[in-house]
């Protein structure tokens, strides 16, 4: 089992930047799959990239494409979110995830979820 924790959420102006991490504990980090999903009010929790266990594969949803970049560093257990370009539709909870097998897209493929970090963006 792992254990997830998100930090680096905030406020941020339109256009400005955020750097998201993720910590984990537990089992060996590197031999899962991570993935951020984030979560509007009143909408589904929606895909926003992933990253092979090695880092060596990365996945975006069309919506970050360009804007957002997804890392990992094994040797500290720590996965992050680089976004860039914010909008305000990028307002959300966001949330790191992970799995013992390939990266997906679907949040039921996911196994382990931080609590969640917030991230808002005014316009």
């Known amino acids: 089992q792992v254990q997830l924790v998100e930090s680096g959420g905030g406020l941020v102006q339109a256009g400005g930047s955020l750097r998201l991490s993720c910590a984990a504990s537990?089992?060996?980090?590197?031999?899962?799959?991570m993935a951020w999903f984030r979560q509007a009010p009143g909408k589904e929790r929606e895909f926003v990239t992933a990253?092979?266990?090695?880092?060596?594969?990365?996945y975006y949803a069309d919506s970050v494409k360009g804007r957002f970049t997804i890392s990992r560093n094994n040797a500290k257990s720590t996965m992050y979110l680089q976004m860039n370009s914010l909008k305000p539709e990028d307002t959300a909870v966001y949330y790191c995830?992970?799995?013992?097998?390939?990266?997906?897209?679907?949040?039921?493929?996911?196994?382990?979820w931080g609590q969640g970090t917030q991230v808002t963006v005014s316009s």
């Open positions: 990253i092979s266990w090695s880092g060596g594969s990365t």
């Open positions: 995830a992970a799995r013992s097998t390939l990266y997906g897209v679907s949040y039921q493929e996911y196994d382990y």
């Open positions: 537990g089992r060996t980090f590197s031999s899962y799959a």
